[in-house]
């Protein structure tokens, strides 16, 4: 017998955490941080719901803090069984983990670190890595993983067990990515758990979304201020440079300095940098014509705080990339603090927003907001391109589960706030007639 238990992960985006038991083994799927207000709030700071120590393997979907972010703290409370993703995935779920404790300990007097740096040590020590397309067996299951087309590395997961097919979608790609290959196809799963981050509602087409940024980033240079974009540190980021190379080199923007003021990005893109066979034709094609993808004229990526700290004597217009994507950390909150004052500075918000983020905040409208101890006013302008998401949106979710092979059993819709889940779910049981449904905290399913 099987049993499907959702422990975090539904009614909101973030959080993503998954039990399944087969018989005895007990494994996860994903073990992600619960975001919103701050990186170590209560809801993370809670005892898990099972004993860590219990679970046999936990399986990774892809190296976003929403999927990752709780493995130190599940080694800390007790875990000692194996870890499995993609090569990619490890390598930059390592990056993530150590720059989240680094947060986390500046954090230290507001609340206790989940976990340090000696935890996510023991995680990497416990995890093991497989190719796509390699079935491989874990007690009584057999694993697989598919191209999410998401982010580098990230995987569909596939489990196999007494006749059944489960598919965990993590996040899936908003194909055809710039970068990415695009999310195969689900095959013949009966049961399906999928994400629904935007569950309910469409982004622009590339062609759109890339005319939009070329037309904000024109009007910034046009009004002499700063374009500052909270950008998450992994694929967002690449994607953006990738544009803005492109636009650079067809003299569509001006050449003006752009700073990558990441360190975890900085690192990203040079794991992307090596793992170029994961990416699609087209940009493969690009490359090897001797297009450096994520270099161009002043560009200059700043890697320590002093370096991060001369950017405001640049003179504008510049442009300023810098984590996190929902400003909850990282340099981009100093960033805003000083440019969200002046009406000729913009605020270009490219990804979702949790609830209770201070992007989120900004996007609502806000028009002041407060950043440390400070109240900032909101004078900047604010912009939305939510086109550039890594997520599909509702109308290619629902097309994602039409192209199966077969219709599933049930699709379990989670990963994304009610609203959008529910949205999801809907269109799914009227437009396919799918058994879909938005399952509850804590509740078991038996599959």
Known sequence: ??????????????????????????????????????????????????????????????????????????????????????PQTKELAELVMRDAVGIMSMR??????????????????????VDYHTEFTLGPAQIYFKDAGHILGSAMIQIVCEGRKILFTGDLGNSPSPLLRDTENIGDADYIVMESVYGDRNHESREDRIAILRNIVNDAVNRGGALIIPSFAIDRTQVLLLELNNMVEKGEIRSIPVFLDSPMASRATEIYRNNTVLFNDNIRNQIRSGDDIFSFPKLKFTVDSGESALIRNSPNPKIILAGSGMSVGGRIVGHEAYYLPDPKNTILLVGYQAAGSLGRQIAEGAKKVRIGREHIKVKARIETLYGFSAHKDSDHLVEFVENADKMPKKVFVAMGELGASSHLSRRLNVELGVNAIVPDIGKKYVI
């Open 1 to 86: 017998m099987a049993e499907l238990t959702f422990e975090s992960g539904v009614g909101e985006v973030t959080g993503a955490n998954f039990l399944l038991q087969i018989n005895l083994t007990r494994m996860l799927v994903d073990c992600g941080m619960i975001q919103g207000e701050s990186l170590a709030d209560e809801s993370n700071a809670e005892r898990f719901a099972y004993d860590p120590a219990s679970i046999d393997y936990l399986l990774i979907t892809h190296a976003h803090l929403d999927h990752v972010g709780r493995i130190g703290k599940l080694v800390k409370e007790g875990f000692r069984g194996e870890i499995y993703s993609t």
């Open 108 to 129: 230290a007097s507001e609340q206790m670190p989940l976990y340090d740096m000696s935890h996510v040590d023991q995680a990497l020590s416990l995890w093991k890595t």
